[in-house]
Nanobody
Framework: QVQLVESGGGSVQPGGSLRLSCAAS????????MGWYRQAPGKQRELVAT???????NYADSVKGRFTISADNAKNTVYLQMNSLEPEDTAAYYC?????????WGQGTQVTVSS
């Protein structure tokens, strides 16, 4: 089993920044993908950004140039630096770890962008 603990959500004005963290523990294999997804009220969960254990990054078009995903493999922790936040970024953000075709999810952390 894998446990994911997220932190760093909150409320911010448009144009502001937040940094999300997700620490993974448990049975983590050498090859995996970690990332962030988000779900706004009334909408489906969508990919925000992912990073593989080899360092390959992938971003949703809507966040390219504003968000940066990074990882500390020694700590099994992934970060999401979010800059130039927009009201449309308001959502619950979920950490994900995928290994051997199995998905693990964190409990979610709320990000609210509002003036």
């Amino acid at each position: 089993q894998v446990q994911l603990v997220e932190s760093g959500g909150g409320s911010v004005q448009p144009g502001g920044s937040l940094r999300l963290s997700c620490a993974a523990s448990g049975s983590i294999f050498r090859i995996y993908t970690m990332g962030w997804y988000r779900q706004a009220p009334g909408k489906q969960r969508e990919l925000v950004a992912t990073i593989t254990s080899g360092g390959t990054r992938n971003y949703a078009d809507s966040v390219k140039g504003r968000f940066t995903i990074s990882a500390d493999n020694a700590k099994n922790t992934v970060y999401l630096q979010m800059n130039s936040l927009e009201p449309e970024d308001t959502a619950a953000y979920y950490c994900n770890l995928r290994q051997l075709g199995v998905n693990f999810w964190g409990q979610g952390t709320q990000v609210t962008v509002s003036s």
